[in-house]
């Protein structure tokens, strides 16, 4: 009798540690709410062919290049974005209200004196502007991959545009781009470069290059 009732007693415990385990996965079952994700655009003319980094309305990290108009789309409005140009960290930055990301915008969130942001943006202009396929900037940024890969063999991975050497060395990279025979790349000037920033401004104050709103999720539910 002693060994039935101990049988007895094990099956309970099994039962209770089953139950519980059943309790636990239907919390699973809660309904989740993704936060909204929206479509940006890199300007200073659209720059196509820019490498992007950000995380989905769930949190998971995706990656990407901007389209032909400098648009992507996906990332949560809570998410931070990072922009690079093959090897070249271009730097990160929060969603903006409107949509639009610029190398103004990327030199701000860096961080430092307003003289150093102003260095910082005209750099990533000259950069993105000179290492346009056409060298038309009016018709917007065409970054290619055949450019890109040629820009990779002299800017190992890892560099980022805040650095004065880094920068140095983009400088030369692109210079000798566009001095190779056949080339259409058009070297520009940080102070060219801020010039354009300038009249790049004047248009998205005025709303050219305003996105839609960010698109709110439907509630679903977990696995």
């Known amino acids: 009798m002693k060994k039935s009732y101990l049988s007895i007693a094990a099956s309970a415990v099994l039962l209770a540690f089953v139950g519980t385990g059943c309790s636990s996965g239907s919390d699973s079952t809660a309904p989740v709410t993704p936060e909204a994700t929206y479509t940006g655009i890199f300007v200073d003319a659209g720059a196509a062919g820019l490498s992007y980094a950000c995380t989905n309305g769930v949190g998971v990290a995706i990656t990407g290049l901007t ?3 400098g648009k992507f ?10 922009f690079s140009l093959g090897n070249l960290d271009l730097g990160s930055m929060p969603y903006p209200t409107n949509g639009v990301f610029t190398p103004t915008l990327l030199a701000e969130a860096s961080g430092g004196t307003a003289e150093e942001k102003q260095v910082i943006a005209n750099n990533i202009a000259s950069t993105l502007l000179s ?5 038309n900037p009016y018709n917007g940024i065409q970054i290619t991959e055949a450019n890109v890969a ?12 805040t650095s ?3 920068v140095a060395q983009v400088a030369t990279t692109i210079q000798a781009m566009a001095e190779a025979p056949g080339s ?5 000037t940080p102070a060219e470069a801020q010039n354009h920033l300038e009249i790049t401004a004047e248009a998205i104050n005025a709303g050219d290059f ?3 709103a960010p698109i709110e999720p439907a509630v679903v539910t977990g696995a």
């Open 184 to 188: 259409t790349l058009v070297v520009v």
């Open 164 to 166: 004065p050497t880094v």
């Open 150 to 161: 040629t820009f990779n063999a002299t800017v190992p991975a890892g560099s980022a545009i």
């Open 67 to 69: 389209d032909a108009d």
């Open 131 to 135: 290492i346009d396929a056409d060298g």
């Open 210 to 212: 305003d996105q839609p």
């Open 73 to 82: 789309s996906g990332c949560g409005v809570s998410s931070t974005v990072k």
